[in-house]
T-cell receptor, first 113, second 115 residues
Framework: AQSVSQHNHHVILSEAASLELGCNYS??????LFWYVQYPGQHLQLLLK??????LVKGIKGFEAEFIKSKFSFNLRKPSVQWSDTAEYFC???????????FGPGTRLSVLP | DTGVSQNPRHKITKRGQNVTFRCDPI?????LYWYRQTLGQGPEFLTY????????KSRLLSDRFSAERPKGSFSTLEIQRTEQGDSAMYLC?????????????FGPGTRLTVL
């Protein structure tokens, strides 16, 4: 069965620090990749997605992610975090045209002002 | 508001009672998904519909759970004879599948507490 792992359970950064959150998946075929964010008390929102093409994907709020097929990875990055980025971040994968989305366990990001 | 809506937002029930949740997807979205999320975990897939047809159910979904999408618009998720282990956030998502890719948009969830 497909699985998604996120390396860090909780990341604590100071404002202006750079962010990289790891995501690895197990499926070897064609995949679609997503990062979702859940701000405190709010619902899941799409940050960015990769279906095909340029492996460097830019999303909202200055986030980007890079798909490295050889490493089965889709890491999320932001050069300079803000206090308002404090949230839970979820990586998700679905296979090709498939409908089965698998989410990682999430990484909680705390940004200190 | 044109996003996915879910009702109720919170439900507290006693063990053994039946509960029903409703999800209204984004208008014209043809796929609708149900997930369950517990504290500290990512959403777990439960089931999904393409229009009114229920096409897949997770093995996690016991026979106490049933979902419907009778007219291909809103959906209901019913849990019969609730157990304390059913306490979780139940999320609904919808998407419009046109070709490649499927981007899901999530609702706010229904938080179920079983006493």
């Amino acid at each position: 069965a497909q699985s998604v792992s996120q390396h860090n359970h909780h990341v604590i950064l100071s404002e202006a620090a750079s962010l990289e959150l790891g995501c690895n998946y197990s499926y070897g075929g064609t995949v679609n990749l997503f990062w979702y964010v859940q701000y405190p008390g709010q619902h899941l929102q799409l940050l960015l997605k990769y279906f095909s093409g340029d492996p460097l994907v830019k999303g909202i709020k200055g986030f980007e992610a890079e798909f490295i097929k050889s490493k089965f990875s889709f890491n999320l990055r932001k050069p300079s975090v803000q206090w308002s980025d404090t949230a839970e971040y979820f990586c998700a994968v679905n296979e090709g045209y498939g409908q089965n989305f698998v989410f990682g366990p999430g990484t909680r990001l705390s940004v200190l002002p | 508001d044109t996003g996915v809506s879910q009702n109720p937002r919170h439900k507290i029930t006693k063990r053994g009672q039946n509960v029903t949740f409703r999800c209204d997807p984004i208008s014209e979205h043809n796929r609708l998904y149900w997930y369950r999320q517990t504290l500290g975990q990512g959403p777990e897939f439960l089931t999904y519909f393409q229009n009114e047809a229920q096409l897949e159910k997770s093995r996690l979904l016991s026979d106490r759970f049933s979902a419907e999408r009778p007219k291909g618009s809103f959906s209901t998720l019913e849990i019969q004879r609730t157990e304390q282990g059913d306490s979780a956030m139940y999320l609904c998502a919808s998407s419009l599948v046109l070709g490649t890719g499927d981007t899901q948009y999530f609702g706010p969830g229904t938080r179920l507490t079983v006493l």
